[in-house]
């Protein structure tokens, strides 16, 4: 990687998904849910006060401790939508 003061060496992370699905016990579905419920790039904010602990918790349809608003959960279906929607 180019730096002002030089090069620096990268390592670069390698995920492998199937096995991270499997650590987790999740489906490919599910992991996309946890990233819009966290935030990616392009849905940088995800949804306010979901952490990935949270996620994978309402992913997997496990009792998590703060209950989502109706405001929350809108939110959550409209981001789906526009992630899910292949026109």
Avoid: C
């Amino acid at each position: 990687k180019k730096t002002f003061n030089g090069y620096i060496e990268v390592h670069p992370e390698v995920i492998e998904l199937e096995r991270l699905l499997d650590k987790w016990g999740i489906n490919q579905d599910q992991l996309i849910s946890m990233a819009i419920l966290i935030g990616t790039d392009y849905n940088p904010k995800g949804v306010f006060r979901i952490g990935p602990k949270k996620a994978l918790k309402i992913v997997k349809g496990l009792p998590f401790d703060k209950n989502l608003s109706d405001q929350m959960i809108k939110d959550y279906l409209k981001k789906k939508s526009t992630f899910t929607s292949y026109e």
